[in-house]
């Protein structure tokens, strides 16, 4: 079992900045991929971008450029590092990952809001 614990969700202007932590516990060597996924409301659920355990990044095109993601395997903590926010940028942040054996884990959302 892996749990999932996001912080550093908030309210912030647009432009503004905001790092997610996402803190892993539990039977964190069979994790493999992390990623970070958002929900706005009415929406569907979205990937933003995920990483791999060696570090190898994809991030969704509509944050490209103002979103980065990185991983520290020592602190077993994945962080979404977002720059130049948007108001379209506000939803309910997701952290996600899988295991070797492909379980997957989500943790409970962290609300991001950004104000216009």
């Known amino acids: 079992q892996v749990q999932l614990v996001e912080s550093g969700g908030g309210l912030v202007q647009a432009g503004g900045s905001l790092r997610l932590s996402c803190a892993a516990a539990?039977?964190?060597?069979?994790?493999?991929?992390m990623a970070w996924y958002r929900q706005a409301p009415g929406k569907q659920r979205d990937l933003v971008a995920r990483?791999?355990?060696?570090?190898?990044?994809t991030v969704a095109d509509s944050v490209k450029g103002r979103f980065t993601i990185s991983r520290d395997n020592a602190k077993n903590t994945m962080y979404l590092q977002m720059n130049s926010l948007k108001p379209e940028d506000t939803a309910v942040y997701y952290c996600?990952?899988?295991?070797?054996?492909?379980?997957?884990?989500w943790g409970q959302g962290t609300q991001v809001t950004v104000s216009s």
């Open positions: 996600y990952a899988v295991s070797l054996t492909e379980y997957d884990y």
């Open positions: 539990g039977s964190i060597f069979s994790i493999d991929v």
């Open positions: 990483i791999s355990n060696t570090g190898t990044t």
